[in-house]
């Protein structure tokens, strides 16, 4: 019976985060971190009859947080919050990477995505996204993963997922960076004796319209040892202070960001062209090993020259650097209140500055929300560099961190309602940043196409049902056949993805094709859907009459009644997808 909800459970919060992703929204989560041997002196004379001592705040189930306490002079506080997930004290790390990996594989996709902690000073972001004072371990993903937090275990995620395919030509790059009292500085930047040293930079807009930080040093990576060696050097440069509240308090906003890009081929261009398969994906060298030219550890420097003239993919990369997709790691500073954290002198004024910046966060985040014509990027340095990734076409976790203590509950019930405000934001569809015509079929993209094209959503929700059988984990394989990309789940063959410049006029077209309005509607679609072996009426008669067939122009669109109501399908004549017997 338990085992029963438990499973009913997962599944509703998988349809959620389905509907989360379709309407565009920031997912959010909440961890609320245990009481630790320092919070003793803050326990409060309201929290004497809390189950867990000291702690007011709790995670009724794996969505819900409840804030109960009665502080002494204010009126009693009883509030929830529901969240996509809500971690308690007693979840590992390992519970919390995995509900945050699926995102790698989109990253590797092609799509662009950020993972933020946000909370107050000493809730718990930095053991989130790094782990226990990773800075003094060097070996990170190599050894005991029992503490790791999210950025060394993506590390290893990512290099995994390339390994798992060699014929996939990458190259990744690093780059880390902090946000300190409204300024950006490179903390992979080198001073003339080589030594890595903090150098102030500037955010820039690109021709595409995309921010960057010029003159930022990105340093390529063959593993995740060497990706973690260099951010944990970086983190020894990050600014840090004893407060009050945290004894190791990180007064600056961290981000890491992990570039995807093709590597330059050693191959010749008439061979590249005769290459009728691979996806933007497969260009170039392994990340394994160095690309012609390059050698490991190489650092490259995005130009500072004519930001507007000139994109980050251009220029400074070679003709194989097309950036692919961009994975920002964010660890923010915590808010946190000047009388109880203690701080005075210039420490108090870095406390003003990161409050402020994250207020500018909270402000951005309401303006999505409400759909505000202008969004005050620009109010703070840190929006401004996160711009892309708030409003843009990223796909955005944030992780929101929580004290349980009494001490703390003014800051966590600002985090939370930060936190369901960061829900309410509504976005387009995340694009991925490949050409369409070199779109991979995958569960994301699927529902991408849905929200796009209406007319044929109901046949595109039935791909998506069958991929989905297949299960959220399935990484379909992709192979070349006379022109089109068979994605493959489990073995079953969902759809075929058309390649560029493949339409032969003579030519069957395939099942997506009709479905992007590559090929209209007119005439034999339906029995070339039936040719392309792929999608097929199973029973007889196969297809609707002529009268009741749509008569569209190329990309014109229907709504779903036209297809459906004129014509009674006949009995079991959903369409089913037939398993693909070409070899792959
Ligand atoms: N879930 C947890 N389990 C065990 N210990 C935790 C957990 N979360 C945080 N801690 C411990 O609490 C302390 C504060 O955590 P952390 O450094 O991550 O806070 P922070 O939010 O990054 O603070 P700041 O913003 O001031 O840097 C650390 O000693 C950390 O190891």
């Not at 995740?224 to 600056?252: F, G, I, P, W």
């Not at 909270?362 to 303006?367: H, K, S, T």
């Not at 399935?474 to 410049?501: E, Y």
Request: charged share 20%; aromatic share 4%.
């Amino acid at each position: 019976m338990t085992e029963r909800y438990q499973q009913e459970r997962r599944e509703r919060r998988r349809l959620h985060n389905t509907l989360v992703e379709l309407r565009g929204n920031i997912r959010v989560h909440c961890r609320l971190r245990p009481v630790l041997p320092f919070d003793d002196e803050f326990r409060g004379p309201g929290s004497q009859n809390s189950p867990v001592s000291g702690a007011v705040a709790h995670a009724v189930d794996d969505e819900t947080i409840l804030v109960e306490c009665s502080p002494p002079g204010h009126p009693l506080i009883n509030k929830t919050y529901t969240f996509e997930r809500v971690y308690g004290p007693a979840e590992s790390q390992r519970a919390v990477f995995e509900d945050v990996c699926p995102l790698l594989t989109s990253f590797l996709d092609g799509y662009n995505v950020c993972i933020m902690a946000y909370g107050q000073t000493g809730s718990g972001k930095s053991f989130t996204m790094l782990g226990p004072r990773p800075e003094q371990d060097l070996a990170l993903p190599s050894g005991p993963h029992g503490h790791l937090g999210i950025i060394p275990r993506a590390a290893g995620e990512v290099f995994r997922l390339i390994a798992e395919n060699p014929s996939w030509r990458l190259e990744v790059d690093v780059s880390v960076v902090e946000v300190y009292n409204n300024d950006i500085f490179d903390l992979l930047a080198k001073d003339g004796c080589a030594v890595v040293s903090r150098a102030k930079r500037q955010v820039l807009t690109t021709t595409e319209g995309k921010k960057e930080v010029s003159g930022l040093t990105r340093e390529s990576v063959h593993s995740a040892v060497e990706l973690m060696t260099l951010v944990a050097a970086a983190l020894r440069l990050r600014a840090k202070q004893a407060t009050a509240v945290h004894a190791d308090s990180s007064r600056s906003h961290l981000v890491i960001t992990v570039t995807l890009t093709a590597a330059a081929s050693s191959r010749s261009t008439a061979d590249r062209q005769s290459d009728q398969s691979p996806p933007a994906e497969l260009r170039g060298p392994t990340p394994q090993r160095p690309a012609p030219g390059r050698r490991p550890g190489a650092t490259r420097t995005v130009s500072s020259v004519s930001p507007r003239t000139r994109g980050l993919g251009q220029g400074s990369q070679g003709p194989g650097g097309q950036v692919l997709s961009k994975l920002q790691l964010v660890d923010l500073a915590g808010s946190e209140c000047a009388g109880v954290s203690g701080v005075t002198g210039s420490a108090l004024r870095e406390t003003s500055l990161i409050n402020r910046s994250l207020a500018a966060l909270a402000d951005v985040l309401g303006a999505l929300s409400e759909g505000r014509g202008h969004i005050p990027y620009r109010n703070s340095t840190l929006t401004h560099f996160l711009q892309d990734a708030l409003g843009g076409d990223a796909k955005l976790q944030v992780i929101v961190c929580v004290s349980p203590c009494q001490k703390h509950v003014a800051e966590t019930l600002q985090s939370l309602g930060f936190g369901a405000r960061a829900r309410q934001v509504e976005r387009g569809c995340p694009a991925p940043r490949k050409p369409r015509s070199e779109w991979t079929l995958r569960h994301w993209d699927v529902k991408a196409l849905i929200s796009k094209n209406t007319m044929k959503s109901w046949i595109l929700a039935e791909i998506l049902c069958v991929a989905k059988r297949a299960g959220p984990q399935s990484t379909p394989r992709t192979a070349s056949t006379s022109g089109d990309k068979v994605v493959q789940a489990q073995g079953t063959s969902v759809a075929a993805v058309p390649q560029a410049g493949c339409s032969a006029p003579h030519r069957a077209p395939t099942s997506l094709e009709c479905l992007l309005g590559v090929h209209n509607w007119r005439g034999d679609s339906y029995s070339a859907w039936e040719a392309t072996g792929l999608l097929q009426f199973p029973a007889s008669p196969r297809m609707p009459p002529r009268t009741h067939r749509p008569a569209l122009g190329r990309g014109e669109d229907l709504p779903r009644r036209h297809c459906l109501l004129p014509w009674t399908p006949p009995q079991d004549s959903r369409w089913s997808l037939v398993p693909q017997t070409r070899s792959l």
